[in-house]
T-cell receptor, first 110, second 113 residues
Framework: GQQVMQIPQYQHVQEGEDFTTYCNSSTTLSNIQWYKQRPGGHPVFLIQLVKSGEVKKQKILTFQFGEAKKNSSLHITATQTTDVGTYFC??????????FGGGTRLMVKP | DAGITQSPRHKVTETGTPVTLRCHQTENHRYMYWYRQDPGHGLRLIHYSYGVKDTDKGEVSDGYSVSRSKTEDFLLTLESATSSQTSVYFCAITATGTNSPLHFGNGTRLTVT
């Protein structure tokens, strides 16, 4: 079945440093979604990418969808302590349920 | 946040007992989902519903059953709880299926002793 791998599993950064998490699928995806979960909270939708090679920005967050639609990344420029949490990617191919990656837990040292 | 309420928020139960978790939504969304979250595994789909009395299995459905008698309520039942079912359970809803964003409830932390 479809598998979605996410790396790294954990990342410690100093406040102000950049952060990137990578998502790789075993199959071509029709779309990919990104979620953020604060400690003790629930996942919250951030963005959806649909087109091959698509790049979207939300303030300091940059999201990319690979040309082959099998990988994606989330990049945070100059992290802040408010960025702590776990970031999940989730992808599906047409008609199937979303498959979530294992998440990347971001910790930011002030 | 979308109007999704999960109950209870926390539950401790003994092995072998039945447990029912409830998800209630006020958004009138057609699709409802139950996920479990465990360290290192992300979120895994247990069961989902695409309408009243229409349900289907997800990737980790063994040991779980669901029911949806009304649009707003989706129940998850563990017929005989096991320690491997200790987890955080999230309910989610969408209006038009998984090509649209999931909106999650606050979760239920279940401990099976």
């Amino acid at each position: 079945g479809q598998q979605v791998m996410q790396i790294p599993q954990y990342q410690h950064v100093q406040e102000g440093e950049d952060f990137t998490t990578y998502c790789n699928s075993s199959t071509t995806l029709s779309n990919i979604q990104w979620y953020k979960q604060r400690p003790g909270g629930h996942p919250v939708f951030l963005i959806q990418l649909v087109k091959s090679g698509e790049v979207k920005k939300q303030k300091i967050l940059t999201f990319q969808f690979g040309e082959a639609k099998k990988n994606s990344s989330l990049h945070i420029t100059a992290t802040q302590t408010t960025d702590v949490g776990t970031y999940f990617c989730a992808g599906n191919n047409a008609g199937n349920m979303l498959t979530f990656g294992g998440g990347t837990r971001l910790m930011v040292k002030p | 946040d979308a109007g999704i309420t999960q109950s209870p928020r926390h539950k401790v139960t003994e092995t072998g007992t039945p447990v029912t978790l409830r998800c209630h939504q006020t958004e009138n969304h057609r699709y409802m989902y139950w996920y479990r979250q465990d360290p290192g595994h992300g979120l895994r789909l247990i069961h989902y519903s695409y309408g009243v009395k229409d349900t289907d299995k997800g990737e980790v459905s063994d040991g779980y059953s669901v029911s949806r008698s009304k649009t707003e309520d989706f129940l998850l039942t563990l017929e005989s709880a096991t320690s491997s079912q200790t987890s955080v359970y999230f309910c989610a809803i969408t209006a038009t299926g998984t090509n649209s964003p999931l909106h999650f409830g606050n979760g239920t932390r279940l401990t099976v002793t």
